[in-house]
């Protein structure tokens, strides 16, 4: 607490530190009738005469108003220090009226509120947090009449077992303690859950062959038809041949007249044609290669007329280059193949060549066949034994 | 304007004890009571407590008329109204500062 003299002079000090020419021009008594003035005014002065409650006040009273006096609690009850000492009257009634402060409550503001579609049965929803908020009512409804709290929490709430194809209306309000601060307004969302999926098949390939391989998957009961794309990469990045197959049941496909000895990559996915469920996700089968096929025996192998110590041989082309990769003859004394005495490799595609016996005479027995690739084909069978007698 | 209702009850000196222990009047028919000890004033109630809870209140004391205190008395104000009554009388004495005028070629103003 100060008094007049010290608020005066403080005045005139910060008035010259602004603007000396200010101060000089100034008297302290115009300043003191100006604190004066705002002194009655912020403590709203107000004269007993006129009140007239003038009884047993002594003259030169006033009474002063003095607002948001602290209330502490203490002993169970509660008290509060006099913001000034008021004049000594009988009955403490220098105190002369106490009131409360109404308590001004503020509204919360409404949480963030965002929803996520995981599945035609799942929505996520996301609450944000509000200051000074005790809980939250996060409330759903599909006609937007009837609402069910489904939360009372800030955060992610997962709401499960929702229904395909259906709207669904989400409101959220920050609670207030009732007091200081009351519920928010409600804010509001929405989210559609999307058709019901197919379960994903499961495609398992077997039996491959030479030119093809089966493909098998589980169907979802409720789709009637599935689509099958097969592929050279594992990435799908390049569809060779995409199927579409209707009709229940049809969980098995043979695929044939591909390359032999090549790797394939197949995916398939199952569909409802009512429309009343969306495509199955892919169910990728592992790789699977189909085998490798088998040359073609040359055809017409025989021996011609002895010239020197060279017997020419003789056969008819089968098969060709690439899948051909060379011709095989074996040439042995003995029929069973055990006593090899040459064996020739023609080019692929070649038709002739001779067996150079270096002039050892006798009977011989030769065979050819077709080399295979080693990749796409195998070699052929053994041809039929031709012999011939070098002279 | 304060309402008669909500005004606070005062207790004569030294009855607040018997206040709080006679049950029937210990609640004052749901009204709070105060009694005056010195500079402080007890209530009858936990006011923070309540709900709604009331943590100010406004008090109206009687003191003498200020143009009846001299230079050197202590005047019945708060630090806080001290500080608000020297920056409100300084605000009333300090000159307005002149705006310059604005020199726009552009605008349409003379």
């Known amino acids: 607490m100060s008094n007049k003299k010290k608020i005066v002079e403080q005045i005139i000090r910060r008035l010259k530190s602004g603007d000396p020419s200010v101060a000089s021009n100034i008297h302290e008594m115009e300043v003191k009738e100006a604190v004066m003035q705002v002194l009655n005014s912020r403590l709203r002065t107000q004269y007993f005469e006129s009140l007239q ?163 098998a998957w589980s169907e979802d009961a409720h789709a009637d038809g599935s689509v099958l794309e097969r592929s050279l990469f594992s990435d799908f990045s390049v569809i060779q041949d995409s199927l579409q197959l209707s009709g229940t049941g049809s969980g098995a496909w043979a695929y044939t007249g591909l390359a032999s000895g090549t790797t394939y990559y197949v995916r398939v996915k199952v569909t409802d044609s009512t429309n009343t469920y969306s495509d199955s996700n892919y169910g990728i089968a592992g790789s699977i290669t189909t085998l490798q096929s088998k040359l073609n025996v040359p055809g017409s192998f025989a021996s011609g007329v002895q010239s020197g110590a060279f017997m020419p041989l003789t056969w008819t082309d089968t098969n060709s280059s690439p899948n051909e990769s060379n011709i095989e003859i074996q040439v042995a004394t003995d029929s069973g193949f055990t006593n090899i005495v040459s064996t020739l490799t023609p080019g692929a595609d070649s038709t002739d060549t001779s067996f150079n016996s270096g002039g050892v005479t006798g009977t011989k027995y030769a065979r050819i066949r077709a080399k295979g690739n080693g990749t796409t084909t195998t070699d052929s069978d053994w041809s039929n034994t031709i012999s011939f007698v070098i002279t | 304007m304060s309402n008669a209702f909500e005004d606070f009850i005062p207790i004569p000196s030294g009855q607040f004890a018997m206040v709080l222990t006679q049950r029937l009047m210990s609640d004052i028919l749901g009204q709070v009571g105060y009694e005056v000890r010195g500079k402080e004033v007890i209530y009858t109630k936990d006011l923070p407590a309540q709900s709604p809870a009331v943590n100010y209140v406004s008090i109206q004391l009687i003191v003498m008329d200020f143009s009846q205190y001299s230079d050197y008395e202590l005047l019945p104000i708060t630090a806080d109204q001290e500080a608000d009554i020297i920056e409100t009388v300084i605000k009333m004495f300090a000159p307005e500062q002149v705006q310059p005028g604005i020199v726009d070629s552009t605008s349409d103003s003379k």
């Open chain 1, 53 to 215: 409650l003038s009884e047993n006040i002594p003259d030169g009273c006033v009474i002063t108003t003095y607002d948001n006096v602290p209330v502490i609690s203490w002993n169970g009850v509660s008290k509060s220090t006099l913001p000034a000492i008021p004049v000594s009257l009988p009955k403490n009634m220098g105190v002369w009226r106490i009131t409360p402060v109404p308590y001004t409550s503020s509204q919360l503001s409404a949480p963030t509120l965002s929803c996520a579609v995981i599945s035609s049965t799942q929505i996520n929803v996301t609450v944000g947090s509000v200051s000074n908020a005790i809980a939250y009512s996060l409330e759903r409804s599909t006609d937007l009449n009837n609402w069910t709290v489904i939360s009372n929490t800030s955060g992610t709430f997962n709401d499960t077992g929702r229904t395909g194809v259906t709207t669904y209306y989400y409101r959220v309000k920050a609670i207030g303690n009732g007091t200081t601060y009351t519920d928010s307004n409600y804010r509001y969302t929405t989210a559609t859950t999307p058709k019901p999926q197919l379960a994903t098949p499961v495609v398992v390939c077997s039996n491959p062959t030479p030119d093809g391989f089966d493909i």
